[in-house]
Structures are given as structure tokens and as C-alpha cells.
């Protein structure tokens, strides 16, 4: 994405354009990385109820 905003010519409108564009990848960046943080996070807890309450607990709270 960046490599084709850097394509541009830099008049007044493209460089609005760019900039806006350039807005927009760093807030689906932004949201990836939230995402990400997420899902390692209920990985963890997963993780630790199981190791701390056995798989059958871990089980048993996915089934509701």
C-alpha cells in the first residue's frame, strides 16, 4: 500500500489523498495490532486454566 502512495505526484489534491491514505493504513494498522494483542491474550487465559484448573474445566466453559 505504501509502495503505491509513494507513486503518487505530489500535487495539492494527491498529497491530501496520500495523507489521508496514509491515515487510513496506520489506523488498520493500529486495529491489527489490537486484534493481535487480543487473541494472545485469550490464548493466555486459556492457557492458564487449563494448566492451573486441568482440560476439563477448559472444556466444560467452552461448551456454553
Given amino acids: 500500500m505504501e509502495a503505491q502512495l509513494a507513486r503518487l505526484t505530489q500535487s ?3 498529497a ?21 494483542e487480543a487473541i494472545k491474550s485469550t490464548k493466555l487465559k486459556e492457557w492458564l486454566t487449563c494448566w492451573l484448573m486441568g482440560p476439563d474445566h477448559l472444556r466444560t466453559l467452552r461448551k456454553r
Fill in 16 to 36: 491530501g489523498i496520500t495523507t489521508n491514505l496514509r491515515c487510513i493504513v496506520q489506523m488498520f494498522r493500529d486495529h491489527i495490532a489490537t486484534l493481535d
Fill in 12 to 14: 495539492a489534491e494527491t
